[in-house]
């Protein structure tokens, strides 16, 4: 009986090298085949659906818990709690760019068929994680062995490409409607993690306490103001959580009707072509645009994920179950009123935006770029080295098979139009 319990729970406390390992289940590793998936919670208990969900794509795999406070919380319940069989489950407490880089947490999260971020602080992951061969390992757990990976709170936080990085502390929505460049407003963008569906957007959680949907909504209005993004919001109350296939539906969790437990999917109304009204330094935000200055989908959660909204195509998918709101801020307050679909039918492109697009992403061996006529296609890779570049014409497929699977960016010129986006080759 002694040898079973030290076999189920080894907690290896290596505090002078950066982090503390807990570990329960077998100690021989396996390999598996696991299924990609992305499951986004926000920030209250986990819905147990929703991690069986995510569990089964590890495929009966070892699964790696990465966080920078606490302790083994999630051991029993990830290994044994939920009736879906794992190898292992080994919680690694991280406290330090040592620890990360530590080649003990390196080999468990090259060999993790399922790697899930527990709450905390984002700043810590950021500061920890990103920019070292810890983020390395992620974006290729994420983008070459396509498996699943998830988060709560501060680990769904950062699972976006776009991201609030909370640098100097969290910002109420107040604080940041009434000066969206408050110092607490501090924004990171695409140079961390790269997830399928999630490059275009930034996430936010415990949306429903305190409410947070002004604070994303000033969030996007920077994005779109200071760099010309058109960053999309995903957000999750509490309790709620999202899963996402690999066809990029968007399955929401909860416990409605019995609570009000809800997703949130926003974009900025494509037909308003005006901008921002307000938006500087010191000065409350009002982006109003006749009160429908954002589109957002508004999807009650359930025990079995019935309903759902398509990532894949933001302007025109498949959605199931939600309702249409409109969203704006005016001098610093903000609406919600029951909304309408959005419509970019009668949008008038100007190259400051999107024009042109890029599939598949993620890719195999080749790609193509929609809208162009002619156009050179410069590849460089995530050290900004050329490993591509020609000249091709509308439907030309750009041949990658010479280069190996990771993150690369492409840019994209014809004429006076100049496009870059981030790309995956599996």
Known sequence: MIKKLLFLFLPVFLNAQGYTSYFTGNTTNITTTPEFGVCLMGGASEHDDAMRWLLQKANGGDVVVLRSSGSNGYNNYLYSGLGVTVNSVETLVITSVAGATNPYVLD????????????????????????NALEDLLNQHINVKNAPIGGTSAGMAILSGKYFNAQNGSVTSTQAMNNPYHPNVTLGYDD????????????????????????????????KNDFNFEVKGIAANEYVAICIDETGKARVFGEYPDYEEYAFFAQANCTNANGIETIQSGVPLTWNYDGQALKVYKVPGTMTGDHFFDLS???????????WEHWSVNNAV????????????????????TVFQVFPNPF????????????????????????????IASGEKVDTTQIKSGVYIVKIEEDNKIQTKKLIKK
């Open 108 to 131: 468990k999260v090259a060999n993790a068929e399922m790697i899930w971020f527990a709450g905390g602080d984002q700043w810590n992951y950021v500061s920890f994680f990103k920019d």
């Open 313 to 323: 195509n933001w302007e025109s998918g498949s959605n199931s179950g939600g309702s």
């Open 334 to 353: 903000f609406a919600a009123v029951p909304g309408t679909p959005i419509d970019c039918s009668l949008t008038l492109n100007d190259f400051s935006e």
């Open 364 to 391: 195999s061996t080749n790609f193509s770029v929609k809208g162009i006529i002619s156009a050179k296609i410069s590849l460089f890779d995530v050290q900004g080295r050329l490993v591509i570049q020609k000249q």
């Open 192 to 223: 961390f993690l790269s997830v399928p569906f999630l490059d275009d957007v930034i996430t936010d959680t415990h949306y429903d306490n305190p409410d947070r949907r002004g604070r994303q909504s000033t969030f996007i209005a920077r994005f």
